[in-house]
């Protein structure tokens, strides 16, 4: 199971797929959705509680037919720009997309992962999100005869998650903040994940979150794969790339030049790293 | 303690909303400036507020603001770190939030925020992230708190899209929603402090900053403004009030500036 | 908040109050109960998913009239002897019974938590209990028309845990096997939990599972307190006492002479502790 | 491998079940007899078996036989520890079980299981306690073994609850409940191993242990057994297969019996 990200996106990954990448803010999994870009992925429908940067990256190269989300911009910074030119322009391709709250996708995590068709949640009430996104609708307590929102389960055909460590049978340590990454994964029928490192032995105390191997579809080594974000106890968030980010993909051309530079001009991770270094993009 | 700085408008509506925190308050943080009041409020008057922020970090102490809503630092100063689905459901729903912080594109005259679109829905003229949590926050938060830049295109007479709701029409319209959030408790913007009148529920003015007159509050209002009978003057930021805030700012910068070092 | 086990119960646990003592096998809150039934309280709805020794020795003291739960027991060993002659022959009085399975019970829970007021599960189908227990109900997804179970939440008046520390501050770090004591504890109206010791500082690695202090009502610090249940990191089960109590449970005699010397004949946990000692029932 | 050793009727059912579990599988255990078949078929031809109890305890390994289903040996020795809601709802009811070990007090023809009462349920004869996880597994582990000791009183024409389905009537009844578990792939008592048919799903008679005849067993059966065309005789358990049992069930009474050591 332990194989290449390349191998892993190539294998597991087909055009047209529901794909979740998760990762609040944390453990973004980038390098991998770099090679989503790079094998030419397309007609993906995106899922993400907070569609930033990578998400940018992947609508803007043409990736995605349909998102659903709950936020997207670039965090802390602004716009994501390329997510907007598709909503706003069709650029480079129309994108339709399924909004959400936060508490409504991750309930629909949630439920995708425990089997349940639909999640709960008092939720909704007094938005326009209601009217916005048809696949929200109600059931009433049998008890106190209150109407509460639902959602249908989310099942992903394939999540995609990074994180700190993989011991050589596979089992997945997750360290720090922890978003709905377990249910994100735990709800797809194919889970990939890229780690910082595969080691003998995982450093994981009593009560970690360590998803067991059986659960996991493959497994990838890609030390840094969560750049610009970041793994808590190997690097930090590089904050100063999302702000360049904003003025790289404030423009179509620079956004393009970007991506055939850094994604299509290098065949992985590490050389990708390489040349934003030599560039001046990375200390 | 002396008043005689210089200070910009961002201060002053970061000072003042920082003002209306209390200690021990259990606190759901926005990014942005909520985050900027809540972290000036520790340091100031409430260092016993409970800082929860939705990445799931409980009772997180960051050492400076952080850019995103899921820095390092706030889970590595955290007592608790929980997922995304347990701080939505056991800790907002749950009711156990005092105060929701809360920024948003455009405010309504009931406190409703649109944090969605510019323009219509399916093809906006400017599409915005979207609510992330803050229905959620808006609906469960004991109350909310809203802080925003004034213009006559942010205080709007009529949303583009309501993500999250204040009053709604107001008159007792959000009671209905039978939730156990009870709705603004005030909004801030850079000119003054907003709160909803008791019957209709509509925000009017209630105190404004030195120097602001009543008038240019007004003006950059998007609907005919209630005024209070008495508006107050708010006083300007404390010396000690501007120099926390610099300084955590300063700290902020150095160390999002901070080159970061990657294993390979 | 940080008080006595006995100055806790007197000012937060009422006659007739909902109480779970929760704890799943581990951090069982003995010392807890014991004081309950010391301070003679009555009409209790003790709740708990397994009432094991503890809730025996709590209905056969005449602290309770209902109980809800899924499994009474003594795990491993067999029978809960004085659960059963309340249920057989009302004895020492009537009890009244709610019955789940688990998952149903930990839906009512996780509901509680949540503050909805139902839970959802795939449960129940084909067995009697649905019949035997009224508060299970349907509701119909709708998305695919499935018809799916439903619990009432479960909203205690009081819960009761036990846990390995309390920091000064009352922040309370829970290790090991933590059944549902979270969402029993965020459940309740009420949250006191007793611990092993008070700490300066937790011993909680990232990811730990701690509640803050503003959760929680009150605190007491009682070492040995989840004895002859055990605390990961402090000491193990008590096996063989749980192999006794077979025997001083089958017997009305027996068991009235148990409470009377071991609980009402002594103050409080650590005299307790002091006298089974003297009496060879703990080494 | 020699047969030559003396036995119990307990070991044979014990070593039986065991065999019946395939290596790689995801194992939900109960404790008492399924969780020693469980430890030692991990001992024996399964050791890459996944053991889940339903205290959380994932991919466990204790190094004896707990005495509860929540032993500290299991936290220490697992993989991941998560809590009984996940347990229960992201692994059980997600289908992610491939078998569930049952005890019970009473099993009919159709596989069904009580746990609960004997007598009426409002004034029970005998209070047992209850299904406690058994009927959530019994709907979700994709298949399920059940394990009992056999009488007239244990296998009965009808239960006197039903805390746990297994094929209901039977002739399909049970794909009406429309969840991921098949039901019961086997039946094993200290006498035989039963199966369901094909057609009816009642369990027949489809192997026997050696020295027990047919006409015992169904004598010991309270309903008109069937038994299949075709007998086989189980072989007796190996001399390996009961020094690993018996120097596991030794090493577990020794450390049960160790005396505990109490911070006070």
Not at chain 1, 249 to 270: E, P
């Amino acid at each position: 199971m332990i194989t290449t990200l390349s191998a892993m996106i190539a294998s597991h990954v087909r055009d047209g797929d529901c794909v979740a990448l998760e990762g609040f803010t944390h453990l973004i999994p980038f390098a991998a959705g770099h090679e989503l870009i790079r094998q030419r992925r397309r007609d993906l429908h995106l899922v993400r509680l907070t569609p930033d940067v990578i998400y940018d990256q992947l609508i803007g190269a043409g990736t995605a037919r349909a998102l659903t989300f709950a936020w997207g911009g670039n965090p802390g910074v602004g716009s994501a720009h390329r997510l907007r030119d598709a909503i706003e322009h069709a650029w480079p391709q129309a994108l339709s997309w399924v909004e959400h709250s936060h508490a409504g996708l991750a309930a629909a995590y949630t439920a995708g992962a425990s089997g349940l068709p639909f999640g709960v949640l008092r939720g909704y009430l007094g938005t326009d999100l209601r009217a916005a996104n048809l696949s929200i609708a109600e059931v009433v307590c049998p008890y106190t005869g209150e109407r509460l929102a639902t959602v249908p389960a989310l099942r992903p055909e394939v999540t995609i998650l990074h994180a700190q460590q993989a011991d050589q049978a596979g089992n997945v340590l997750i360290r720090g903040i922890i978003g709905a990454q377990k249910e994100a994964g735990l709800a797809a029928h194919k889970l990939l994940v890229t780690v910082e490192e595969i080691v003998e032995r995982l450093d994981a105390p009593m009560n970690s979150v360590v998803l067991p191997h059986w659960s996991v579809t493959a497994i990838a080594c890609v030390p840094a794969g969560a750049w610009p974000s970041y793994a808590t106890g190997y690097y930090a968030r590089d904050n100063a790339f999302y702000v360049t980010w904003d003025e790289i993909s404030r423009d179509r051309q620079r956004f393009v030049a970007f991506v055939d530079r850094y994604i299509h001009g290098t065949t992985d991770h590490a050389q990708m790293i390489g040349l934003l270094r030599a560039d001046g993009l990375l200390p | 303690m002396s008043e005689a700085c210089t200070y910009t408008a961002d201060e002053m509506m970061t000072v003042m909303a920082s003002r209306l925190l209390i200690d021990g308050q259990v606190c759901f943080v926005g990014i942005g400036l909520p985050s900027a009041a809540a972290n000036l409020a520790v340091r100031l008057h409430a260092p016993a507020l409970h800082l929860i922020y939705e990445s799931g970090t409980i009772d997180t102490r960051p050492r400076v603001l952080p850019l995103s809503i899921g820095d390092g630092d706030l889970a590595e100063t955290a007592t608790a770190i929980v997922s995304l689905p347990e701080v939505f459901a056991y800790w907002l729903q749950a009711g156990r939030v005092d105060v929701g912080f809360l920024g948003a594109a455009q405010v309504d005259r009931f406190g409703n925020l649109n944090s969605t679109v510019i323009g219509p829905y399916d093809r906006p003229t400017t599409r915005l992230p979207g609510g992330g949590g803050a229905p959620d926050i808006a609906l469960h938060a004991k109350q909310v708190l809203v802080v925003l830049k004034q213009s006559p295109r942010s205080f709007v007479a009529r949303l583009d899209f309501r993500s999250s709701p204040g009053f709604l029409g107001g008159s007792g319209e959000r009671a209905r929603l039978r939730v156990g959030g009870l709705g603004p408790a005030a909004l801030v913007s850079d000119y003054g402090v907003f709160k909803p009148s008791v019957d209709t529920q509509e925000l009017e003015l209630v105190a404004r900053y030195p120097g602001v007159e009543v008038e240019s509050i007004v003006n950059a209002t998007g609907w005919p403004l209630r005024v209070a009978a008495h508006v107050e003057v708010v006083s300007a930021p404390t010396v000690e009030e501007l120099q926390v805030l610099r300084d955590l700012q300063q700290l902020t910068r150095e160390a999002h500036s901070r080159p970061i070092r990657l294993p390979i």
